[in-house]
């Protein structure tokens, strides 16, 4: 497999003309396990290519640090390559891509562009998250770093909770303030890791005299078995984390 740019891949839309953009905003999403197959969509404007009998639909992936890279090419005459495999529609726009064997570093943003002769048609997009439900997550919580003579300290204090190993949906994060739950300062936001593994972080803002308080404690809490599986502490006066 092959990296490109993000710019190389604009240049060749914008050479062509095509206003679409390469990666949508906000792409489709799917989960998947490890050692299963997936099939996804990338659905392209029909108008600019129906008219060819013959197309070659290269897929792409977009890694966590923004690098794109080539998956595989497909065509008419020529639908299988090593784990991928997929469907050629040009007639209606829309382009398969099987995943077979998949693997944590399968998760990824993929994306196709579809050629017919000069034309280009860039696809739409979906983010991939392979990942075994039956990990446990690991957490870690992160505060500030006050020190033992940070007791006069009268700002909010900013505390994040990054739980690793989890999947969309699966986990959710639930905080407590000394002996009080409370809600999140801020949504839970998701993202791919270089490795494949997918995390979550959840932000809170507390007041000094909360931080002051006591213990800070981030749970995991498990949608599906509705457990809770993981909790980090971390105690005022104390720069560490205990997971």
């Not at 957490?139 to 690793?164: A, I, K, M, N, Q």
């Not at 213990?215 to 997971?243: F, G, H, M, P, W």
Request: charged content about 20%; glycine content about 8%; proline content about 5%.
């Amino acid at each position: 497999m092959a990296f490109c740019c993000i710019g190389c891949l604009l240049v060749l839309v914008a050479h062509y003309g095509l206003a679409e953009p390469v990666v949508d905003s906000v792409p489709s999403l799917h989960t998947a396990e490890p050692g299963g197959n997936i099939t996804l969509k990338c659905g392209a404007d029909p108008s600019k290519i129906n008219q060819y009998a013959h197309a070659w639909v290269t897929w792409y992936r977009q890694e966590p640090d923004g690098r794109i890279q080539i998956v595989t090419s497909l065509s008419t005459g020529y639908l299988k390559e090593g784990r991928y495999s997929g469907t050629v529609d040009n007639t209606n726009g829309q382009y398969n891509l099987t995943i077979a064997g998949l693997q944590g570093t399968d998760s990824a943003v993929y994306f196709c562009i579809v050629r017919a002769a000069l034309l280009f048609a860039p696809g739409s997009s979906t983010k991939l998250v392979v990942s075994d439900s039956l990990t446990v997550p690991s957490v870690e919580l992160y505060s500030p770093g006050l020190f033992e003579d940070d007791s006069d300290w009268t700002e909010p204090v900013p505390v994040l909770c990054l739980v690793r190993d989890t999947s969309p949906g699966r986990h959710r994060v639930l905080w407590t303030i000394g002996a009080e739950a409370v809600a999140p300062g801020s949504a839970e936001e998701g993202e791919i890791e270089p490795d494949g593994s997918y995390s979550v972080r959840s932000y809170v803002t507390i007041s000094a005299d909360q931080w002051n308080s006591g213990a800070v404690k981030c749970e995991v809490y498990n949608n599906i078995t509705n457990v809770t599986e993981k909790v980090s502490t971390s105690l005022r006066k104390q720069d560490e984390l205990r997971s």
